[in-house]
């Protein structure tokens, strides 16, 4: 694998993609204090529908950072937690998270300028 960002096959590309997805950055941080059941996760997080977050959910196991744990028992009860991979993400996303707060402002300034020369 190749570490030129413009190409298909580059890792650093990989991690763009696992970024590039508003929710999977959601999710692993309402994952971060621990192990949760999709409803508990629903509720925490704001706007995310039962479809989407199965589908993130997916997603998140299929490349290594969230497991599945199904409880015995009746009814059957699932939890999701971060992986030791996922939670080498969490620093990251603590970075981009800290870069929002500090520059919020700015973009929404330039988001409102453009809009305005819209009309």
Not at 74 to 88: D, S
Request: proline share 6%.
């Amino acid at each position: 694998m190749t570490t030129d960002a413009f190409l298909a096959d580059c890792r650093a590309r990989l991690a763009f993609d696992l970024l590039s997805n508003t929710w999977n950055a959601v999710v692993l941080r309402a994952l971060r204090d621990g192990p949760r059941r999709p409803v508990e996760l629903r509720e925490r997080i704001g706007g995310i529908s039962s479809k989407v977050l199965t589908e993130t959910l997916r997603r998140l196991r299929f490349n290594g950072l969230v497991e599945r744990h199904a409880h015995p028992g009746a009814p059957p009860r699932v939890e999701y937690r971060l992986t030791p991979l996922g939670r080498t993400l969490l620093a990251p996303l603590d970075a981009v998270g800290a870069w929002a707060f500090e520059h919020g402002d700015e973009v929404m300034a330039a988001q409102e300028a453009a809009e305005a020369t819209q009309d």
